[in-house]
């Protein structure tokens, strides 16, 4: 890094350098657009504090990303490549960060390799930098992809720390330290065996932020409400999926409130805390192949939520069925170096082991309906009007919604 550097404060990490390059990068529009994007989109509804953007948290990766060049002795150029794709890794992150994403079909890495390349911030970066080697890491290609994007990465570290710092819960305490001290890179990043614990510290710290955060019963209510909103916005052509990267929450929030009919109305909904009840809940571990609920189409949604609304009169528009975010745990597949030999993480952690089938225990498939409707539901079965799995036949645990755990 150049010594004509300066310092930004970041709350999580402290003193954090950057040279000025990185400062003029960081000034460009489609960087201090990423200051008006909360990085938790409507978890802030739930969690007050949590109003932290995605320009903080790029940063942050930026910063995690740097100290792991260090600590696997890179070169300066290697090493600056890796500080510019920690801190344009988010740039193509629409509003609501993957709360809109769901609905444009446009996954954000694909946003962020066309602010890198067409934008007027392509032609700075040029000036140092190849920007397809940027976008290869920020994809995780290549020999140093998985530092930004891999299975124990920079960008994972730093979000579930900060995520746990703004929302007050007390699950993201990661020791980044012994993890970045212990990795080395060869085809891939490789974890030595003395960096198995504090890796499994960070794993058990996402399993239990996923109900507890990411998707709280309240957040998927919001999210599911937000979403049907913004798919009424695209049929009426007020929204282009293709150019999210240029909106941030205020402009998306703005276009909702002054829009007509449905979209207005759910978003007075949201803004005045009038959301969706849960009519149905059927937690996933209920089922002997969980894997069958996360491939249920979006046609076989909409059929079964058009046939709900007949049959028990209620508007289609409000009536939303809802399928958790499959909990995937990358982290697992880890490579760990013990001798002369390498293990998957999960193949040397009890713990990590229990947690490929305990993360099964939280998600469940949601009807939601509005307040006046709840009773009109109360003994609806879903699986009359979607192709569900065989139910597991229990009897020597006790079953219980485990999300009630995080109310």
């Known amino acids: 890094m150049s010594a004509n550097k300066k310092f930004i404060r970041d709350s999580i990490h402290g003193n954090l350098p950057l040279n000025s390059f990185e400062l003029e990068i960081l000034d460009y529009p489609q960087l201090q657009r990423l200051r008006r994007v909360k990085q938790l989109g409507f978890i802030y509804l739930i969690y007050p504090g949590a109003n932290h953007s995605r320009f903080e948290h790029s940063i942050g990766t930026m910063h995690l990303a740097s100290k792991l060049a260090d600590q696997l002795e890179l070169n300066d150029d290697d090493k600056d490549l890796v500080r510019i794709a920690g801190l344009l890794h988010d740039a193509g992150h629409g509003p ?27 032609d700075k970066l040029s000036e140092k930098f190849n920007t397809s080697e940027i976008i290869d890491i920020i994809n995780g290609k290549g020999k140093l992809g998985p530092i930004i994007s891999g299975e124990l990465d920079m960008d994972r570290m730093d979000y579930l720390i900060r995520d746990s710092h703004y929302t007050g819960v007390a699950y993201g305490v990661i020791d980044t330290e012994r993890i970045i001290s212990n990795l080395k890179l060869e085809r891939e990043l490789i974890l030595d065996i003395k960096g198995v614990q504090a890796a499994e510290a960070a794993l058990v710290a996402r399993y239990l932020m996923y109900p507890s955060v990411y998707q709280h019963h309240t957040t998927r209510i919001v999210n599911a409400m937000f979403r049907r909103c913004l798919r009424h916005m695209i049929h009426q052509d007020i929204l282009n999926p293709k150019e999210m990267y240029k909106y941030d929450d205020a402009d998306m929030i703005s276009m909702c409130r002054n829009s007509e009919g449905f979209s207005r109305d759910i978003m007075e909904r949201i803004d005045n805390r009038r959301l969706l009840k849960v009519a149905k809940s059927i937690p996933v571990n209920r089922f002997e192949n969980p894997d069958k609920i996360f491939k249920i189409s979006k046609e076989e949604l909409l059929k079964a939520e058009e046939e709900i609304s007949q049959d028990f009169n209620i508007d289609r528009n409000y009536l939303i069925i809802n399928l958790p975010e499959y909990p995937r745990f990358d982290e697992m597949k ?20 229990a947690l490929s089938s305990a993360r099964f225990n939280s998600p469940d498939i949601c009807l939601y309906v509005p307040k006046e409707d709840l009773e009109k539901t109360k003994r609806i079965k879903l699986e009359n009007y979607l192709d569900l799995p065989e139910e597991v036949r229990r009897y020597d645990t006790i079953h219980f919604n485990q999300s009630k755990l995080f109310d």
Do not use: C, Q, R
């Open 334 to 353: 880890t490579w760990v170096s013990f001798g002369d030999k390498l293990y998957h993480l999960n193949e040397i952690s009890s713990i990590v082991g």
């Open 96 to 122: 609501f960060s993957h709360v809109s994403e769901a609905v444009f079909d446009v996954p954000h890495e694909e946003l962020t390799a066309f602010v890198v390349k067409n934008t007027s911030l392509a």
